[in-house]
């Protein structure tokens, strides 16, 4: 590491990969379940050639939520449909991306993400995010960092935006080495969906 495009709750992802709690600071008692609002989240990543080219891509089908714990910390999960990653215009990359000696959608059709419990403060002031990823068949625990919020209201007026970049080789995605350097960029904008009027 839904809307456009959900996966279903039953899929089960995280990518991903900007995600801590996102309720409203000031909402003494936040939904304790709360989607992704599509219309401003976005998944994406990109790679290096070793010519220092970049490839970009996303994941136009996801699915994501923010859970709050009663004592107030909150856990993402976020999913990534792999069969659905675009790679820029390029049909043929696109087809690369998804096929057997990259993301190989077939046989691991999903990228999840679940992090660990953190607090609100988190998404506010920016920091470490660390949280277990599943990509390609593998589990790992890594580490996003959460830019400081550039709101009042982090997740509802303006995107939560997080970063990270994890080892190909840690995840047996080895095809092209030739040409691709080890390290994948995640970025992830989330906001989460409009609360219903009271």
Do not use: N
């Not at 936040?30 to 990543?45: E, I, K, S």
């Not at 010519?51 to 859970?67: I, L």
């Not at 714990?69 to 976020?78: A, E, N, Q, S």
Request: proline share 8%; with cysteine.
């Amino acid at each position: 590491m839904a809307v456009t495009g959900s996966l279903g709750r039953d899929l089960l992802l995280c990518a991903a990969l900007a995600l801590p709690g996102l309720a409203s600071a000031d909402s003494a008692q936040p939904a304790p379940v709360q989607g992704f609002d599509p219309a401003h989240t976005r998944f994406g990543f990109e790679l290096r050639t070793r010519w220092g080219q970049k490839v970009a891509g996303d994941f136009p089908r996801y699915e994501g939520e923010v859970e709050t714990l009663p004592d107030g910390r909150r856990t993402v999960r976020i999913r990534l449909a792999t069969g659905a990653v675009r790679v820029g215009d390029s049909e043929r990359h696109t087809r690369l991306a998804r096929g057997p000696r990259f993301f190989d959608a077939e046989r691991y059709p999903l990228i999840e993400f679940v992090s660990e419990p953190h607090p609100y403060a988190l998404v506010q002031d920016g920091g470490r995010l660390r949280g277990k990823l599943t990509m390609h068949g593998v589990s790992r625990i890594e580490t996003f960092v959460i830019d400081p919020a550039g709101c009042a209201r982090p997740g509802r007026d303006c995107d939560v935006v997080a970063r990270g970049s994890v080892s190909r080789a840690d995840y047996g995605l080895d095809g092209w080495q030739f040409a691709l350097l080890d390290r994948v960029r995640f970025t992830l904008r989330v906001r989460l969906r409009p609360e219903p009027p009271p």
